[in-house]
C-alpha cells in the first residue's frame, strides 16, 4: 500500500504543481483578453505539446497510485482517505471529458474562427473556463492532501 501511495502522492503532487502553472501562467495569458487571446490556446499545429499529452500519463499514474492504494490498504484504517483520493480522481476523471473537452472545442474554435462569438460570450466562456479549472485544482489539492494523510497514519489491518 506504501508503494502505491507514493506514486499516488508524487502523481498528485506533480499534478498539482502543473496545473497551477497551466492555470494561473498558460490559462492567464489565454484568457486575459478574449477573443484576440485565444491565439495563445494551447492547441493546434503552432503549438508544440498539447497539454493532454502530458496530463494523459499523468493521470494513469494517479489512477495505478490511487486505486492500487485502495485495494491494497482495503482493511487498514485509513480506507476512507484512500476512497477520498480515487474519489477525487473519478471526479475529474468524469469533468475533464464531459465539461472542459466542450469548452476546449468552443475555445479553440473561435481561436481559428471555425466557431463564432461575441466578445462578450468569449469573456464569459474564459471565465467559466477559470472558475471550473480552479474547481480542478481544489480536487487535484484534496486528492494530494488525502494521500499524504494516509501515508501519514497508521495503517493498522482491521480484524475481520
Do not use: C
Not at 502522492?9 to 498558460?26: C, E, N, R, S, T
Not at 490559462?27 to 508544440?48: E, I, M, N, Q
Not at 485509513?78 to 469533468?95: E, K, P
Amino acid at each position: 500500500m506504501r508503494l502505491f501511495l507514493w506514486i499516488a502522492i508524487v502523481g498528485w503532487a506533480v499534478g498539482l504543481g502543473a496545473k497551477l502553472f497551466d492555470l494561473i501562467v498558460v490559462g492567464g495569458a489565454w484568457a486575459a483578453s478574449p477573443p484576440a487571446s485565444f491565439a495563445l490556446l494551447p492547441y493546434g499545429k503552432r503549438y508544440p505539446i498539447d497539454p493532454g499529452d502530458f496530463f494523459i500519463p499523468l493521470s494513469v499514474l494517479i489512477a495505478v497510485g490511487s486505486i492500487g492504494a485502495l485495494i491494497s490498504g482495503w482493511r487498514s484504517s485509513v480506507r476512507a482517505w484512500l476512497w477520498t483520493g480515487v474519489i477525487m480522481f473519478l471526479i475529474i476523471w468524469a469533468l475533464t471529458p464531459t465539461v472542459f473537452w466542450p469548452m476546449i472545442h468552443q475555445l479553440y474554435g473561435t481561436a481559428i474562427g471555425r466557431v463564432t462569438a461575441t466578445e462578450a460570450e468569449s469573456v464569459q466562456l474564459a471565465h467559466r473556463w477559470l472558475v471550473w479549472d480552479w474547481l480542478r485544482v481544489v480536487l487535484i489539492a484534496v486528492g494530494f492532501v488525502a494521500s499524504v494523510r494516509a501515508i501519514s497514519l497508521p495503517a493498522a489491518t482491521k480484524e475481520v
